[in-house]
């Protein structure tokens, strides 16, 4: 499995024109496996986390409550 996520959108602006990002030389952007989205300008990245438990859910009460 590959460790670079691939975005299908921005989630700035919506748009799917993206590009793999390598900032300059001269650039003071420190971001690796970073995306530039060619729409609204902006660099941003993507990073999984893992996943999250389920939330447990009580069953909805019959109505039917012991006095």
């Known amino acids: 499995m590959s460790g ?3 975005p299908y ?3 700035y602006c919506g748009e ?3 590009r793999p990002y390598a900032p300059d ?3 003071d952007v420190d971001i690796k496996g970073g995306w530039h989205c060619a729409d609204c300008t ?3 990245a993507v990073k999984y986390h893992g996943m ?3 939330p447990i859910i009580a069953p909805p009460s019959t109505g ?4």
């Open 64 to 67: 039917d409550q012991p006095e």
């Open 25 to 27: 030389a001269d650039s």
């Open 52 to 54: 999250a438990a389920a």
């Open 42 to 44: 902006r660099v941003f």
């Open 4 to 6: 670079r996520v691939v």
């Open 16 to 18: 799917e024109d993206l």
């Open 9 to 11: 959108h921005c989630p």
